[in-house]
């Protein structure tokens, strides 16, 4: 069964300051990854995604994130973070659609505060 | 190039009450799928439709019900609501066949029970 860890409920960094979002997948076989975004009352939107190939994806407002197999693991990274970016951040795991199931697996999310 | 539209934005209704909510998929897309979020929780997948059939459903009971329209829109329906049932309800809309069918969320239905 597919599993989603986000260790961090809550990360506070300094605008301008690197980040990195961990999250971890349980999976039998090569999974399909997203993180999504959430602000505050808000739908989710799709920051990025990795179904195979390239392990660093990068995606939109400046956010890449890493597949690492041997560590199970899909952290989503930004060098430099905006205000505009405190938001809920969930890391997803799907299915191959050839499995005939294409749900999501969330994460339980982690909130970040950016800082002046 | 409208995205998934949800209505109502909000919702409140009494325990045992019934209530139904709406999903109009991205322009293009087949599939509909739906969750729900607790407060401070992640998203969990009720079920999804794809060409007017429930095509996988999670772990809900069957309290939770939906419906897929020709036109790919959907419905969520809920009876005999429970205090536990208030969260946020979110729909994502897909393209059955392409590449991973991304899912593209709405902006949610946000339903309290009292």
């Known amino acids: 069964a597919q599993s989603v860890t986000q260790p961090d409920i809550h990360i506070t960094v300094s605008e301008g300051a690197s980040l990195e979002l961990r999250c971890n997948y349980s999976?039998?076989?090569?999974?399909?990854l997203f993180w999504y975004v959430q602000s505050p009352g808000q739908g989710l939107q799709l920051l990025l995604k990795y179904f195979s190939g390239d392990t660093l994806v990068q995606g939109i407002k400046g956010f890449e994130a890493e597949f690492k197999r041997s560590q199970s693991s899909f952290n989503l990274r930004k060098p430099s973070v905006h205000w505009s970016d405190a938001a809920e951040y969930f890391c997803a795991v799907g299915r191959p659609p050839q499995t005939g199931a294409n749900n999501l697996f969330f994460g339980t999310g982690t909130r970040l505060t950016v800082i002046p | 190039d409208a995205g998934v539209t949800q209505s109502p934005t909000h919702l409140i209704k009494t325990r045992g009450q019934q209530v139904t909510l709406r999903c109009s998929p991205k322009s293009g897309h087949d599939t509909v799928s739906w969750y729900q979020q607790a407060l401070g929780q992640g998203p969990q997948f009720i079920f999804q439709y794809y060409e007017e059939e429930e095509r996988q459903r999670g772990n809900f009971p069957d309290r939770f019900s939906g419906h897929q329209f020709p036109n790919y829109s959907s419905e969520l329906n809920v009876n005999a609501l429970l205090l536990g049932d208030s969260a946020l309800y979110l729909c994502?809309?897909?393209?059955?066949?392409?590449?991973?069918?991304?899912?593209?969320f709405g902006p949610g239905t946000r339903l309290l029970v009292l």
């Open positions: 994502a809309s897909s393209l059955a066949r392409s590449v991973g069918e991304t899912q593209y």
């Open positions: 999976y039998g076989a090569t999974p399909y």
